[in-house]
């Protein structure tokens, strides 16, 4: 079928081949472009993306729904090993390194399940969790990043809330001071 459009272009001008031929550069190049380094993304004074490279493989600690969203709860074995070792709790501390990752989706109904459940749907968002007390001292070591999903483009950003830089999550958590600023609690397998 191509050699078909390529011996039509060449019946007459010349030209025409010319504009296809020099179009598709600028055509593949457009979309090598497009696509997202999301690994290159760092929030205003604060966490990089690249610094939770492997998410995607770290263990469950929990999940939760909100009116809006499913979400899951993954921590790095820095952060699980603290887990199973009872924190939070009381006065105890998770270590420097702890990490969790925060996958938000939307949800919609599973129509071929026998029973009603809510099932992951489109991504909204990934939010990040560092504790780092050399680099983030005014919050105890912890340090926030929430990443704003685009389906459309298949690209994060910071959310609003991040743009403001490291310290964005750290207001609502002091509510859990007394759990060193964490809310999710590791459940009984």
Same mark, same amino acid.
């Given at each position: 079928?191509?050699?078909?459009? /390529? ?32 690994? *290159?993304?760092?929030?205003? =004074?604060?966490?990089?993306?690249? =610094? /939770? ?12 729904? *909100?009116?809006?969203?499913?979400? $899951? ?47 992951? =749907? ?22 926030? $990043? ?33 759990? =060193?600023?964490?809310? *999710? ?5």
């Amino acid at each position: 079928m191509a050699h078909l459009f /390529f011996a039509h272009l060449l019946k007459g001008s010349r030209a025409p081949l010319f504009a296809v031929l020099a179009s598709l550069p600028v055509l593949f190049g457009g979309l090598a472009i497009a696509a997202q380094d999301r690994y *290159t993304l760092r929030i205003p =004074d604060g966490l990089a993306f690249a =610094d /939770f490279r492997g998410y995607e493989n770290w263990e469950a600690v929990a999940v939760s729904q *909100t009116e809006t969203a499913i979400k $899951a709860i993954l921590a790095n074995p820095i952060m699980m090993t603290a887990f199973r070792n009872g924190l939070p709790a009381e006065g105890k501390l998770f270590p420097d390194g702890s990490k969790v990752v925060k996958i938000f989706w939307s949800f919609k109904k599973n129509e071929v399940s026998p029973y009603s459940v809510n099932v992951p =749907d489109t991504l909204k968002e990934l939010a990040f969790i560092e504790k780092d007390t050399k680099r983030f001292p005014n919050t105890h070591g912890w340090a926030y $990043a929430d990443w704003a999903y685009d389906a459309a483009t298949d690209t994060f950003k910071p959310s609003q809330l991040s743009q403001s830089g490291a310290e964005c999550g750290y207001a609502c958590h002091t509510k859990v001071s007394a759990q =060193d600023y964490i809310f *999710t609690a590791y459940p009984k397998r």
